[in-house]
T-cell receptor, first 115, second 115 residues
Framework: RKEVEQDPGPFNVPEGATVAFNCTYS??????FFWYRQDCRKEPKLLMS???SGNEDGRFTAQLNRASQYISLLIRDSKLSDSATYLC????????????????FGSGTQLTVLP | DAGVTQSPTHLIKTRGQQVTLRCSPISGHKSVSWYQQVLGQGPQFIFQ???????GRGNFPDRFSARQFPNYSSELNVNALLLGDSALYLC??????????????FGEGSWLTVV
């Protein structure tokens, strides 16, 4: 079983649609969680961190359910520019740990927003 | 301010050769991590260096090695190249552990093709 599992998609949605991505992780000791965005042939870029209380950044909402080891990302009012691969990322270590920043990535979910 | 810089951006090697990839972190960042991203997959953690010491190693063979220099730049070496080593190699830089949060910045990567 992969440490971080995502539906690979592709998700093809019309502009203005709401789309949700899900992710599960296997390491119950995981401490920090993120969504990264990766454009074609570019480097991953942090989209948002994910907290148990849920967090929102404009059209993007992320949720974490530690009991179910489940992370979600909701994109409302999709734009053409949202087309990318969305990577679910887990770190087993606390931000303040004195050691490694070793991220475990899912394989990514590909989103295409259609005009 | 310069971001994470990697070189070379693209290279082609033949099986059995050796390759050295280079990374300069963001000024002031002391941690450098290396990731391998095979087409269609998420990045996989290879190494992390902090203050010139190896702080973590992923599940990669001994053909992969790295080091960090006094100026915090880093090199990733891969010996005896295999076709399966063809990938995007990403360098990630992060700051002091409790400063600037948990944001990790990726360079644009080095595209390695082994033929």
């Amino acid at each position: 079983r992969k440490e971080v599992e995502q539906d690979p998609g592709p998700f093809n949605v019309p502009e203005g649609a709401t789309v949700a991505f899900n992710c599960t992780y296997s390491n119950s000791a995981s401490q920090s969680f993120f969504w990264y965005r990766q454009d074609c042939r570019k480097e991953p870029k942090l989209l948002m961190s994910v907290y148990s209380s849920g967090n929102e950044d404009g059209r993007f909402t992320a949720q974490l359910n530690r009991a179910s080891q489940y992370i979600s990302l909701l994109i409302r009012d999709s734009k053409l520019s949202d087309s990318a691969t969305y990577l679910c990322v887990v770190n087993p270590l606390l931000f303040s740990s004195g050691s490694a920043r070793q991220l475990t990535f899912g394989s990514g979910t590909q989103l295409t927003v259609l005009p | 301010d310069a971001g994470v810089t990697q070189s070379p951006t693209h290279l082609i090697k033949t099986r059995g050769q050796q390759v050295t990839l280079r990374c300069s972190p963001i000024s002031g960042h002391k941690s450098v991590s290396w990731y391998q991203q095979v087409l269609g997959q998420g990045p996989q953690f290879i190494f992390q260096y902090y203050e010139k010491e190896e702080r973590g190693r992923g599940n990669f063979p001994d053909r992969f090695s790295a080091r960090q220099f006094p100026n915090y730049s880093s090199e990733l070496n891969v010996n005896a190249l295999l076709l399966g080593d063809s990938a995007l190699y990403l360098c990630a830089s992060s700051g002091l552990l409790n400063l600037g949060g948990n944001t990790i910045y990726f360079g644009e990567g080095s595209w390695l093709t082994v033929v």
